[in-house]
């Protein structure tokens, strides 16, 4: 019997005292909200171009990067808002002379790109069939591996096992990230040597060894700033993501009739991506490394043929994609849902469910909070960002930052659970209990939450504590 009652006593202590610490906190639960969120490092990119650019005419796009500053579009364009900018431009731009350096186009992008709220994604490119490689590199006695006479000799095809095309284009890779890598404005560096347009496939490739030469330039050169691999070539593609890079495809919407495959049976996107996902190990990469894509041809060429479109937009989330550029080219009206749903799932999408944290607290001690996240993405974030909680009021304000790891937030939930130190300095007083998760350059609120309360600080208002 005496069992039973010192049962019953303990019982009611317990909930007296889960009582008492129900009711000496406040626990919020945050409304979600349904809209396209631009945050940093994740959606539809721009290409050649910055956020108001006018954008392409049809299905045509142009593989030259800007070099001056382009004029506004006279109404803002059909287009999604974007956090990313993507250029890419030719050596014979870049380095018209040999050892002098064109920097000046690249720092201008970058520039435009924090004058338009975006990051710049970047490409070196070597050569195409329109743009030739640098007539002073043609004429540095290095080897040619086609003749005037072939069929293809009215371009100037490098011969990729050349030790002067590893050093002379090696320099250059080593000196763009001398001068850019770790810039908080750029973005993400493509991984391009071989082949038109650095894609990394040719009719002249050469053995692996001289692709892995090629591949260590940029890993040599940008420690900091993402890589990302080009797909085509399969042992190229495992070694560089093997060695920390995310991955790129440049066809990214191919089913078979953009490349001719009609007949075979077989496209890019219903055989080969999905092949050399799995054959190459590359599955897993995403949980450290983001995955960009490329559109083969535009949207609107998508509709021409009359691609599955949902198909395209699904298979790019089971990829855990976070960025996409569809060459800054319109996308058809019939598809705006598709593309609008599509937004809200590639890349992170943070949502707050649930806030906890007490009623009061004095300065100079600790308090407890409790936090609970959902990434309702298909990626995490690749940058560091720093969760947050600010107390402000009238009478003054206090950031204080936790020690929650944001870039392990991968899709599904994310707690964070600890004390926070309040600051002495804090007057008594009412204050707003204000979350946000900040840039770690600037120190500001950087990305937007997919829930309710965003002040235009940045900041979310979620309630008010008493400092006494």
Known sequence: MRIKVMGVVAALVFS???AFAQNSNVIV????????????GMGVQTFQRFNGDPLNAGLRWSERGPTKVLKAAAEKPDFPESSISYCRWFWNVLEPEQGKYNWGIIDTALEQARLHHQTLAIRLMPYDQRDPLPEWYQNSGAHRANKPTDEDGKIWQPDFTDPLY?????????????RYDGNPYLEMVDVSSIGYWGEGWSDY???????KALIDIYLDAFKRTPLLMNFDQAEALAYGVSHGTGWRLDCWGDMGMLRGEKESGRSLMLD????QVVETGIQDAWTRSPVSLESCGVAGTWFKFGYDVNYILDQALRWHVSSVNIKSSAIPPQWKTQFDEFEKKMGYRFILRRLEYPKEVRPGAMMPVNMWFLNAGVAPVYRDYTLAVELSSSEGSAVIKTSAEVRKWLPGDAVFEGTLFVPQTLKP?????????????????????AIEGRQPDGWYDLGTIEVR
């Open 429 to 449: 007083g009412q204050y707003h209990f204000r979350v946000g998760l900040l840039d770690s350059y600037t120190g500001v609120p950087a990305i937007k939450l």
């Open 272 to 275: 080969r991506y999905p092949e």
């Open 205 to 211: 490739m050469p053995v692996f060894k001289y692709q």
């Open 16 to 18: 007296t005292a889960l």
């Open 29 to 40: 639960r945050p409304k979600e909200i349904d809209t396209v969120l631009v945050n940093p």
């Open 166 to 178: 590893l050093k002379y284009w090696g320099q250059l890779v080593a000196a763009a990230g001398a």
